[in-house]
C-alpha cells in the first residue's frame, strides 16, 4: 500500500473502525473503494463459525480445538469474529493454527482484561500484515541505496504508485519522487546497449539473453574479472534455468550472499535482495557498497577493458567498475517512446527517434491493424495504429528499420509507405482545412451575391 493507503488504515484501526470484517479504502487510481487485506468472504466465515459451534454443545471447559491452515491476517479475522460471537471461548494463534478453548465467562472476562492476546495488542499487528512488501519499500528508501533492474521503467512506476503515493499529473514531479526515493539507479538494459553495438553482440530481446551472451565465448572478457559463487541455497541454479522464478531472477541481476573473487582480493558481502517484476532491487548491510550484480558487474568489467583496450588492463576493482558505470547513472531505458532514456538527475536527451511513416492501403477492404502487423514483422517490427479506414501509423525505434521498409515498399502496387506530415496527413488539420474552406467559400459566395448592382 501507498503512504494515503497506510494513513486510511492506520486511522481506521485507532478510531476502532477495524472491528469490521473488511477495510476498505478510496482508490485514487480507480477511483473506487477497494478492499485492503482480507480473503475470507462471508461464506468461509460462516463455515468455521459453524463448525466451531457444533464442537463446542459437545465440549467441555477447558477442552479445545484446532483450525488449521489459517494464518496471516485470516487469523487475526477468524479469531476476532469467533471472539465477537462465542462469549464462551477463547482463542490463541499457534504454529498449527489457531487453538479455541471452551472457557467459563469470568475466565474469558480475565483474559480479556489481562491477556497480551487480547483485541488492542493486534492493531500494531494487523498494520504491520497490512503494509506487507511496504515495510521492505521504505527500507530501501531509507537505505539510499542503488536500485538496479533491468528495463525498470515500469517497475519504478509501480513503486510509486503501489507503495509511495498515485502518481502525480506532471511528468517533472515524478522525475523528482523517484530521485528523492531512489537517489542512484542503475538499468542494466541502458548500460548493454552501447556496448552491444559496439562489439555486435546479438539482438537479444530479456534479461536471461543478455546473461547468456556475457558469459558466451562472444564476450572477450568472458575468462577474466570476478567470479561469482552461489549461495548455499541457490546452488540449483548452477546447471538449471528457472526463468520467472523469483531467486532465479534475482540472481541474473542480482544474487543474495555473493562472493566475488578477484585475482590479488577476495571479497563477500552479505545482500538482501528482493526481485521487483523481472527486475531486482537491493540493499547491502555492510560497507564498502556491495559489487555490483551479475550482468551489472559482467558489463562493467567489459566496459573497463573497453576503456584501456589500448594499453595495459589495470587490476579490477569495484571502485574502477564504479567509474566506468558512473556515465549511465539514473538513466532508465525506454522503448519506442519519444526519447530514448529518461535521466532521473537532470533534463531528458533531445529526442532522436526515428520518424514516423504513413501506410496508405489500396484494394484491400477491411484490412485491421494486426494484418498490417503481420505484413511487416517478417522485415522489421513496427508498433502500428489505425489513422483513418485506409491509413496507419508505423512506429519504430530504429532508423535503420524505417529506411528499410521505405526502400522494400517503394512503388509497391498496395501498400505506399512515406514519411508522416503532421500538418499534412493529420485528419484533424484536414478537417479544419475542409471546414474553413466551406466557409471562405460561403462568404466568398455571399459577398459576391449580397453586393448591390450599379
Request: charged share 20%; aromatic share 10%.
Amino acid at each position: 500500500m501507498n503512504e494515503e493507503q497506510e494513513k486510511k488504515i492506520k486511522h481506521n484501526i485507532l478510531t476502532g473502525n477495524w472491528r469490521v470484517r473488511r477495510f476498505w479504502w478510496f482508490s485514487a487510481a480507480s477511483h473506487s473503494h477497494v478492499p485492503t487485506f482480507s480473503s475470507l468472504d462471508k461464506d468461509q466465515i460462516k463455515v468455521v463459525i459453524d463448525e466451531v459451534t457444533r464442537w463446542l454443545d459437545l465440549a467441555e471447559e477447558g477442552d479445545w480445538m484446532t483450525l488449521p491452515g489459517i494464518a496471516g491476517f485470516q487469523a487475526f479475522e477468524v479469531q476476532l469474529v469467533l471472539r465477537q460471537a462465542l462469549p464462551d471461548i477463547w482463542t490463541v494463534l499457534r504454529d498449527q493454527g489457531i487453538i479455541v478453548k471452551k472457557v467459563s465467562k469470568q475466565h474469558r472476562w480475565y483474559l480479556e482484561n489481562t491477556s497480551c492476546d487480547r483485541e488492542s495488542c493486534w492493531k500494531e499487528k494487523i498494520l504491520l500484515s497490512a503494509r506487507g512488501f511496504s515495510v521492505f519499500f521504505q527500507m530501501l528508501v531509507k537505505a539510499q541505496k542503488p536500485l538496479v533492474g533491468h528495463n525498470m521503467m515500469m517497475d519504478l512506476l509501480h513503486l510509486h504508485e503501489k507503495f509511495f503515493r498515485p502518481l502525480p499529473e506532471s511528468y517533472d514531479q515524478f522525475k523528482l519522487n523517484i530521485h528523492n526515493l531512489f537517489p542512484i539507479l542503475i538499468d542494466t538494459k541502458n548500460v548493454t546497449k552501447d556496448i552491444w553495438k559496439e562489439l555486435n553482440f546479438p539482438r537479444v530481446s530479456n534479461l536471461s539473453e543478455v546473461y547468456e551472451v556475457l558469459n558466451s565465448d562472444l564476450n572477450p572478457t568472458k575468462n577474466s574479472g570476478p567470479v561469482v559463487i552461489h549461495a548455499s541455497k541457490c546452488e540449483k541454479y548452477v546447471e538449471t534455468k528457472y526463468p520467472h522464478e523469483a531467486a532465479y531472477d534475482a540472481f541474473l541481476c542480482g544474487s543474495g550472499g555473493l562472493h566475488v573473487t578477484d585475482t590479488k582480493q577476495e571479497l563477500a558481502y552479505f545482500e538482501e535482495v528482493i526481485r521487483l517484476s523481472l527486475d531486482v532491487c537491493y540493499i547491502s548491510s555492510f560497507s564498502p557498497p556491495p559489487p555490483p550484480p551479475p550482468v551489472l558487474l559482467k558489463v562493467a568489467h567489459l566496459l573497463l577493458w573497453r576503456v584501456h583496450s589500448a594499453g595495459p588492463m589495470p587490476e579490477p576493482s569495484f571502485s574502477l567498475y564504479l567509474d566506468v558505470l558512473a556515465p549511465y547513472v539514473n538513466q532508465v531505458n525506454l522503448i519506442r517512446a519519444g526519447v530514448p532514456k529518461i535521466n532521473f538527475s537532470g533534463p531528458d536527451c533531445p529526442s532522436i527517434r526515428p520518424p514516423i511513416l504513413l501506410l496508405r492501403v489500396r484494394r484491400w477492404p477491411g484490412v485491421s491493424e494486426q494484418q498490417v502487423y503481420r505484413e511487416f514483422q517478417n522485415v522489421c517490427k513496427f508498433d502500428v495504429r489505425r489513422l483513418s479506414r485506409s491509413q496507419f501509423l508505423l512506429l519504430t525505434n530504429k532508423f535503420k528499420d524505417a529506411r528499410s521498409i521505405l526502400k522494400e515498399y517503394r512503388g509497391h502496387p498496395t501498400l505506399q509507405v512515406s514519411l508522416y506530415r503532421y500538418w499534412r496527413h493529420s485528419p484533424n488539420i484536414n478537417c479544419l482545412l475542409q471546414v474553413c474552406g466551406v466557409v471562405a467559400t460561403w462568404a466568398l459566395l455571399a459577398l459576391l451575391l449580397g453586393r448591390p448592382g450599379p
